[in-house]
């Protein structure tokens, strides 16, 4: 690669979500980006989540066309399409389509948060005796029942919250590689030297190129690449399903469920499943993204992803992470705990 053909562009905002790319022009391809918190963060807090939000965001228009992330789509759709009498109750179905991220304090002050799941809320009973019971009940979902037979509907904010400063630490760089993997830039310099051979400026990153950004994890194999180029059409099709790979076996939860198989070509029509299967199949939209990979052993088959979940376990949380216990909470992310199933 000659020197010459190199090129570092710089991204730049209004409030400083800076990416600086290095671009081999000849093969018009990232070679690095170099970028700070702001800019980490936002990968990062892709892995918290929830597949069903994931469905939900990248269904979106942007700049790159609405993708569907194959079956957890489809699960998504099904779930809205579903009848409400199948439900236990009116807030299952909000519950499902738009699943909470457990990590939201860590993700509140991100200076690009695309989730757009509604801040978590806190309801206590309407009725005064009742609350100044000790035990009272305190729920994250309105109008829910309370056992003194009031509703919870009375609005509070809990002053145990305590929201953190998103992921990484302030002053650090990382290098973020084209297919995502990213490491801490120890080297310092590299890309302000190379940076004299000419600046680019480009497009301002904002919420809409964030949500392009999670489209492009999930379809390209080289996400920065297409970012910086704003390719615009993809195929589709690429996309696999998140969900296959090498999930270690637990023969103490069993299920049963009956398949209807096309004898042709043992192509699965359909599976009929008693209810404690549904709920497990609905659950998977509350899952998030790094508690799948966990599950998963970092080997999903979205590459990229992958990636990003590998640089995210090899750096040192005392040097590069806000806190310790930090990288556990993002590497085995927790389904938000509203959601309780017996499997
Ligand atoms: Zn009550």
Redesign the pocket.
């Given at each position: 690669m000659a020197l010459a053909s190199i090129e570092a562009e710089s991204i730049e905002q209004v409030d400083n979500v800076h990416l600086r790319v290095l671009v081999d022009k000849e093969r018009n391809r990232v070679v690095y980006a170099e970028a700070g918190k702001d800019f980490i963060d936002v990968l990062f807090s892709f892995l918290t989540l929830p597949l069903g939000t994931i469905a939900r965001l990248v269904a979106k228009e942007s700049n790159i066309e609405p993708v569907k992330f194959d079956s957890i789509s489809s699960l998504h759709q099904s779930v809205s399409d579903l009848d409400q009498q199948y439900l236990t109750n009116q807030t299952c179905k909000e519950m499902l389509l738009n699943p909470r991220n457990s990590m939201e304090p860590y993700c509140h002050k991100i200076k690009l948060n695309i989730d757009d799941t509604e801040p978590m809320q806190y309801f206590l009973?309407t009725?005064r005796d009742?609350?100044r019971n000790s035990g009272?009940?305190l729920s994250t979902f309105k109008n829910q029942i309370?056992?003194?037979?009031?509703i919870?509907s009375m609005k509070v904010f809990p002053n145990c919250l305590n929201l953190e400063d998103g992921f990484v630490k302030e002053n650090a760089t990382f290098i973020i590689c084209d297919d995502l993997y990213v490491m801490p830039n120890v080297s310092g310099a590299s890309l302000q030297l190379l940076q004299k051979l000419g600046v680019d400026s480009v497009d301002a990153i904002e919420e809409q190129t964030v949500v392009d950004l999670l489209k492009l994890s999930l379809i390209s194999n080289a996400p920065l690449t297409d970012f910086i180029n704003k390719n615009q059409s993809f195929d589709n099709s690429n996309l696999r399903n998140i969900l296959i790979g090498d999930m270690p076996s637990d023969e103490a939860r069993q299920m049963s469920v009956k398949i209807t198989l096309r004898k042709s070509n043992e192509q699965i029509l359909f599976v009929e499943a008693e209810d404690d299967f549904i709920d497990f199949i609905f659950s998977l939209l509350t899952f998030p993204l790094g508690g799948v990979l966990h599950m998963l052993q970092g080997f999903s088959s979205l590459s990229c992803v992958d990636n990003l979940y590998k640089g995210l376990s090899e750096l040192s949380s005392d040097m590069f992470l806000v806190s310790n216990g930090l990288k556990d909470k993002l590497t085995k992310p927790l389904i938000a705990t509203q959601y309780e199933l017996n499997n």
């Open positions: 009973c009725n009742c609350r009272c009940l309370c056992y003194c037979g009031e919870l």
